[in-house]
């Protein structure tokens, strides 16, 4: 399965950074990774229609994870979600899970396992600790 990480943030840096860092440690030419952070015109904020462009150009076979850090970047992934046809929406995932931790995890996941509920689950774990 081709994968998608559709990263979102206000911060067009921070999103671009996470990319990096995750194209630089994971190795699979089965997972894309989408910096979508900040406005069309490179401003703070978040644009849906960044995110439907980008599962637009993407491979049609493509799973699309989506991270999000806060706000207007979750409620933007969401309206993009239901701005895409019928089918891609049957393949895109709004993951509640940390924005850096969250889409590392997926990406390694996703580059060794084609199952979806297991790339969730493990990006939702990513952000756990467990310090005491």
């Given at each position: 399965m081709k994968?998608?990480?559709?990263l979102l943030s206000h911060?067009?840096?921070i999103t671009d950074g996470i990319q990096k860092?995750?194209?630089?440690m994971q190795t699979?030419?089965?997972v894309s990774i989408y910096s979508l952070g900040g406005t069309?015109?490179?401003?703070?904020?978040?644009d849906p229609t960044k995110i439907v462009d980008a599962v637009n150009e993407a491979s049609k076979e493509d799973a699309?994870?989506?991270?999000a850090d806060i706000g207007s970047a979750v409620i933007n992934a969401e309206m993009a979600r239901d701005m895409l046809e019928e089918e891609q929406q049957e393949r895109y995932y709004l993951?509640?899970?940390p924005l850096v931790e969250g889409a590392f995890a997926a990406a390694i996941t996703a580059g060794?396992?084609?199952d979806v509920q297991q790339i969730i689950t493990e990006a939702q774990k990513a952000g756990k600790k467990d310090w005491e």
């Open positions: 994968t998608s990480l559709l911060s067009k840096e860092m995750i194209e630089q699979s030419n089965d069309t015109d490179n401003e703070i904020g978040s699309f994870f989506v991270f993951v509640d899970a060794t396992s084609d």
